[in-house]
């Protein structure tokens, strides 16, 4: 293993246990190092602060552990059992009603780099590093040792979250056990199919399930619309909840096929239930001006990836926002949601507050939503916090 300097100064992160090391914060690093090696963290006293899994770019080291000692031999083993206690902790590893959930959460696991996300029998393995994605077969075999009475296949899916410089030589495939495209999972009694393979992330947003079942909440006898509805999980909770008339949104064929599908699994909605194929501000365009809805969900995916697409990102969700705010009637609802991890909470509130100057109605905050819990945020890494939501009241 070999040694990595950091500048005076810049060894507080990590004494903090934050667990990425910025390239601005590197002295020194020995020629030839190889993305996904693993190195030794030392503070310009050439102490020794750790070690990580090593990448070219602006993240260098990921950290894995702490401290003076070496990586432990059975460190994904021992990670991983701490993630699953934690599940257990939540209530989620043994609930009849739900079957899928995040059992990975990244640096929130002591795993940065790292998603794993559980349908059922099905783990998905979703790595962000390439030193991470190298373990992929011991952390497979991991998970089927702590869990050997209920999980039987692995399936890797990083081909599109690892760095680019990688996508042409990874490909997606199952690691261990049969191979598995489609799944139908429970989330608090719901049912929905989840397409493992060619869905968006590792195949649902599992991150919504509490701000699903909220939306249920308050949906009886309401005209709910669900924009940017991918598989129709709102719609589903608010068509149990009672909604009065239900219309789900997406450009996408595939998701609203979905949607269709995962509404008829959870019940017989009839008319309730209208799902449409478009473009979500082209459709709201089409509708006019009159304000009709009593509840719009507005979560599109993430407008900026980086921080120099951050401003053209604060415009797109503003525009979405105050057409929504519109559709609403005095008195409904909007639930509003950015995934982008460069728009922070304070400057997704202000841009929210700027649609509700443009509007010119009164607008009040009744709740403020986020990840839900299988998706812990390391206090001392922020950045693991990335899912922000608001429920507004238009009078």
């Not at 401290?67 to 209530?91: K, S, Y």
């Not at 997406?250 to 998701?255: F, G, H, K, T």
Request: proline share 4%; charged share 25%.
């Amino acid at each position: 293993m070999q040694d990595l300097s950091l500048r005076k100064g810049r060894e507080q992160a990590l004494l903090r246990h934050n667990p990425w090391v910025f390239s601005g914060a590197i002295a020194s690093e020995p020629p030839g190092l190889t993305d996904g090696e693993l190195v030794r963290v030392l503070d310009h006293q050439q102490q020794a602060l750790g070690v990580g899994h090593y990448q070219a770019g602006s993240i260098r080291v990921r950290m894995l552990h702490f401290g003076t000692g070496e990586l432990p031999e059975d460190f994904f083993l021992r990670q991983l059992r701490l993630a699953i206690d934690l599940r257990r902790q939540l209530g989620l590893a043994d609930d009849p009603l739900t079957n899928a959930y995040r059992l990975v959460h990244g640096a929130g696991d002591g795993l940065p780099g790292l998603v794993v996300d559980r349908y059922g029998s099905v783990a998905v393995v979703q790595c962000h590093s390439i030193g991470m994605h190298r373990q992929r077969r011991e952390i497979a075999e991991a998970l089927l040792r702590l869990l050997p009475d209920t999980l039987t296949t692995v399936y890797d899916k990083s081909g599109k979250t690892l760095p680019e410089r990688y996508l042409s030589e990874v490909s997606d495939g199952t690691l261990v056990g049969p191979d598995v495209r489609d799944v139908v999972i429970l989330e608090n009694g719901r049912r929905f199919q989840v397409d493992l393979v060619d869905g968006q992330k590792t195949g649902f947003f599992l991150d919504q399930r509490e701000n699903r079942w909220l939306l249920g909440s308050y949906a009886r006898e309401q005209r709910v619309l669900n924009t940017f509805c991918y598989t129709g999980g709102f719609s589903v909770y608010a068509l149990a909840g009672g909604g009065a008339q239900v219309q789900s949104v997406d450009v996408s064929e595939r998701a609203t096929v979905l949607t269709r599908e995962n509404v008829a699994s959870n019940g017989d909605f009839g008319e309730r239930s209208t799902v449409t194929t478009a473009d979500v501000l082209e459709w709201f365009r089409g509708q006019g001006e009159e304000a009709s809805w009593d509840i719009i969900v507005v979560d599109p995916p993430a407008y900026a990836r980086n921080k120099h697409r951050r401003h053209q990102a604060v415009q797109a969700y503003k525009r979405l926002n105050a057409r929504a705010m519109r559709a609403i009637r005095p008195g409904g609802l909007l639930f509003t949601f950015s995934c982008s991890r460069v728009v922070d909470r304070q400057l997704f509130y202000d841009t929210i507050v700027a649609a509700g100057l443009e509007v010119g109605r009164p607008v009040r905050v009744l709740h403020r939503l986020g990840q839900g819990p299988d998706h812990p945020v390391n206090l001392f890494h922020p950045e693991g916090e990335y899912l922000k939501g608001l429920v507004v009241r238009i009078d």
